[in-house]
């Protein structure tokens, strides 16, 4: 038995962290969950390193349970593109082809392995395949685990903008599986680092002075394992390091407010707007500037710009934005969209501010048309339980160069 770490959302303990899960895992379906048909989704990055051990955990753990010959039970598998442009409708039209294609009916259990496009489409997909079928989130990415996979919403994108087409749409489980790290690209791992980040500067200051003292900790708990770009083998690592155990505590940490935030306002009413510290401003730079630049990335910017926004306010003093942007630094996140590493990843592209204004001024988050935007007061607590309605004026300011 893997030691796993519990946390509830929506009142169920449905959110299971740990090294090493997959057995636990399927163990956990396949009791819990009962289906004929599994289906795992993933990509083409993914499937090559995990897929072959959960096609074999999965037969090992249904014969110890002895489900073999008494149902026909099986596990397919649909893999896709990487990348966001996977997002879509079309890609949503050709899993449910390939689910009639397979006699997928209502008993039919959704595993999403993967980052967020995986989960946000698949999740998406078990929404609306027979009304809606069970799903769990396996997430791969650390965006994902502290993030996307957590709070129900699913979502394809569609030409005129990101996640239009969607509903709410609650995993019966979260498995939060360390292990995935090890082979995720440096850069994914700091674009998560940035929605870490983020919780932290709303909602506690210890974890913020954590993420400050820990950096070189957090970083040799992913960065130095033995086993990174080496294939997976499957081995389990016998002892949890110190900085395994900082790392998976962070982690839990920033995934229990998520989930609390969304046990409290589960349809974005107020509360969960929170959520969207660095993001009013991070979504129109991400608008402009993705694919070069990632979501945690833009975010990244976009806090800065609005914890400069509540400093202007007089909410937040010049201190805390010094150590905003330092800890953000320190985890190789941007934090100006003039900065070197900047330019070189999106060339020719840049952010107007009449541009990035117009961008903002069709956010679904906007109260009429006015902007809102979370406002910091200190480190880990802001200036309302909601974000904060900002005149143009003042992001027009803070914006201009
Ligand atoms: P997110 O929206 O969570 O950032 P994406 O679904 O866009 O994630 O995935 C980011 C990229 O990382 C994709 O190319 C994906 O295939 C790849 N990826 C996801 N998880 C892993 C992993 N554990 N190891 C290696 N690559 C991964
Ligand atoms: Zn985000």
Not at 211 to 219: D, F, P, Q, Y
């Amino acid at each position: 038995e893997p030691e796993v770490v519990k946390v509830s959302i929506l009142n169920e303990e449905s959110i299971i962290l740990g090294f090493h899960l997959t057995k636990f895992m399927l163990r956990d379906i396949l009791s819990n969950i009962p289906s004929s048909t599994y289906v795992v989704i993933t990509d083409k990055n993914i499937a090559p390193i995990y897929l072959s051990k959960i096609i074999t955990d999965f037969e090992k753990v249904a014969s110890k349970l002895n489900l073999i010959n008494t149902t026909k039970l099986r596990l397919i598998t649909y893999i896709i593109s990487p990348g966001e442009q996977s997002k879509s409708r079309d890609t949503k039209a050709e899993i449910e082809d390939f689910l009639l294609s397979k006699a997928c009916g209502r008993d039919t259990c959704i595993l999403a392995m993967g980052g967020g496009v995986i989960g946000d489409l698949a999740g998406f997909v078990a929404a609306t395949f027979m009304r809606g079928v069970p799903y769990v989130q396996i997430p791969t990415t650390l965006l994902a685990m502290v993030d996307s996979s957590i709070g129900g919403k699913t979502a394809v994108d569609t030409p005129h903008g990101k996640n239009l087409i969607g509903s709410f749409w609650q995993p019966k489980r979260i498995y939060i599986d360390l292990m995935f790290l090890e082979t995720l690209p440096e850069r994914e791992f700091n674009n998560g680092m940035a929605e870490v980040i983020k919780t932290a500067a709303i909602s506690s200051e210890s974890d913020f002075i954590n993420l400050e003292n820990g950096v070189s900790s957090i970083r040799e708990a992913v960065f130095s394992s033995p086993k990174r770009n080496v294939q997976y083998q499957g081995a389990i690592l016998a002892t949890r390091t110190p900085s395994q155990s900082l790392l998976l505590s962070v982690i839990m940490t920033s995934a229990k407010f998520k989930a609390d935030v969304v046990t409290h306002d589960e349809r974005e009413s107020g509360l969960r707007g929170l959520l969207n510290f660095g993001h009013t401003i991070g979504h129109a730079i991400e608008a402009i500037l993705s694919p070069e630049l990632l979501h945690g990335e833009c975010v990244s910017i976009g806090m800065i710009k609005e914890a400069e926004i509540a400093r202007h306010l007089g909410h937040l003093n010049q201190v805390s934005v010094s150590r905003l942007y330092k800890v953000l630094q320190d985890y190789d996140l941007p934090v100006s969209l003039d900065e070197k590493k900047v330019k070189d990843l999106v060339g020719k592209k840049f952010c107007a501010v009449d541009k990035l204004m117009e961008i903002m001024k069709v956010d679904k988050k906007n109260q009429g048309d006015q902007k809102k935007i979370v406002i910091l007061s200190s480190l880990g607590s802001t200036y309302e339980k909601k974000a904060t309605i900002v005149s143009d004026s003042v992001i027009r300011k803070i914006l201009s160069p």
